[in-house]
């Protein structure tokens, strides 16, 4: 049977031998293909595996080898067609109508610097670039975790484990191919500083978390002439309708900004630098947070996002030109701090025979404003006769003794006998008011020093 059918096959294909041959090639080239297709298959998944495994490692062990190699790959930029001058034209016609056609002119012309672009700096640097502005340089070492995803402008899950400035450069080049995205992965520092500020800058966005980064940024910017715009934590935040932006001389409440301000004042800095914060009072959370580092607070993805856009409407706005909006007037009170100063260091002499260790007028300013809102820690009272003196009349006048009261009520005091029991005098209220305002005060100092580490 076996034979028979046998010689019919070759009998068949002695008979077509042509169309046998084609038919068996088909055949074979088929059976090749899919051979090549499954392998190829197989390579490519156990390689996906393998990629996923090691993209992990890299996330969960911090191999910054595996992380760099992914962000090598998205630098490398795909080439990209500048959009049509009429449909930039369109795609600004609502700021064109805003502003003026030479207002968005300089504002496309300008360049900004931000550095940080997390939580508030991704927000503010795409929509600085959907506002107009065609530079940008973003400056920032870390990378997408999962946890701030609900913070960031553009991430995805891919971008987890990804460079934060490369995954937002990416996304603005793909809706403005027009605009110029510099990024640095690094941290800025005194002695990088002046290289991630070159190039003459028309803003610096400042969201750094660090407060001592903040200040020693904000001098540089002061001695080189560099605007700069700051944005304190958002942190522990919930209520829109508080954030404001003023000078940092006018941010009250929140214990980093008064942070930021005092050792500002270190430097001779104690006005000219705009601050987005919020003046909420976050009493609605049910534990301590250990520090003050923003990083400890716990932020909300929208109060973040409108930090940011906060900072781009003030830049924005700034840029154009736009005179119908400028920053409330400063309250800074010159001549009352000279006053106050002249008075105290006569009152250590004459009372206290002290000459050499009397507190300067940036610190007696810092004083009446931060620690008692320039009223008298007894009555209350804002009339044109406060003064200064000591607390404890054993130690000398200084941040942590020093209190403004009325003239008469600091007569009063300075008499009161050595070892005066206070609370019996005043009354706990008081003194716990102000060992309170000396025990925060030394606490941020310590924070301060505890960042130089």
């Not at 214990?255 to 005092?262: H, N, S, V, W």
């Not at 909300?300 to 856009?309: C, E, I, N, Q, R």
């Not at 409407?313 to 400028?326: G, N, S």
């Not at 400063?330 to 008075?343: A, P």
Request: aromatic letters at 6%; a positive charge.
């Amino acid at each position: 049977m076996s034979q028979s059918v046998i010689g019919n096959i070759s009998n068949y294909l002695e008979k077509h031998q042509q169309g046998a041959r084609l038919t068996l090639t088909a055949v074979a080239a088929s059976v090749l293909t899919a051979s090549a297709l499954i392998g190829y298959q197989r390579v490519t998944r156990s390689r996906l595996q393998g990629d996923k495994r090691a993209l992990k490692r890299a996330v969960n062990e911090e191999q910054p080898a595996v992380i760099s190699i992914i962000d090598e790959e998205m630098m490398k930029e795909r080439k990209r067609e500048p959009m049509d001058e009429a449909l930039v034209l369109e795609l600004l016609a609502r700021n064109i109508a805003f502003f003026g056609h030479e207002s968005v002119s300089k504002i496309r012309q300008s360049f900004v610097v931000i550095l940080g672009a997390g939580a508030i700096g991704s927000w503010t640097a795409l929509m600085l670039v959907r506002s107009g502005v065609e530079h940008v340089r973003i400056v920032d070492p870390g990378y997408v975790h999962l946890e701030s995803m609900t913070r960031n402008a553009v991430a995805k899950i891919a971008d987890i484990g990804k460079s934060k400035a490369l995954i937002l450069k990416k996304y603005i080049n793909d809706i403005a191919p027009n605009a110029i995205v510099e990024v640095e992965r690094t941290s800025l520092t005194e002695e990088n500083m002046a290289e991630l500020l070159a190039d003459k800058p028309d803003f610096v966005v400042d969201t750094l978390p660090n407060v001592r980064d903040k200040v020693l940024l904000a001098k540089y910017c002061k001695e080189h002439n560099i605007k700069v715009v700051s944005a304190v934590s958002a942190g522990a935040k919930a209520d829109p309708t508080l954030i404001q932006i003023t000078d940092v001389n006018d941010t009250m409440t929140d214990p980093l900004a008064r942070m930021y301000r005092r050792q500002l004042r270190k430097f001779g800095i104690d006005r000219g630098i705009p601050v987005v914060y919020s003046i909420e009072k976050s009493l609605h959370l049910d534990k301590k947070v250990p520090t003050f580092s923003p990083r400890s607070l716990p932020v909300l993805g929208p109060v973040a996002s409108m930090f940011g856009m906060a900072l781009v409407t003030y830049i924005i706005v700034q840029l154009a030109e736009f005179t119908a909006y400028k920053l409330p007037v400063n309250k800074m009170r010159d001549g009352v701090y000279s006053r106050l100063q002249k008075e105290l260091a006569a009152r250590e002499q004459v009372i206290f025979n002290n000459t050499t260790e009397v507190l300067d007028t940036k610190d007696v300013g810092y004083i009446f404003d931060e620690f008692w809102q320039g009223k008298s820690v007894i009555s209350g009272a804002q009339d044109r006769m406060l003064v200064m003196t000591r607390w404890d009349s054993s130690k000398v006048s200084s941040l942590v003794n020093t209190v403004v009261m009325t003239k008469d009520e600091a007569n009063l005091h300075d008499k009161l006998p050595k070892g005066t029991d206070l609370v019996a005098h005043y009354g706990s209220d008081i003194v716990e008011k102000v060992n309170g305002q000396f025990a925060l005060e030394k606490k941020l100092e310590e924070l301060w020093n505890s960042s130089k580490a």
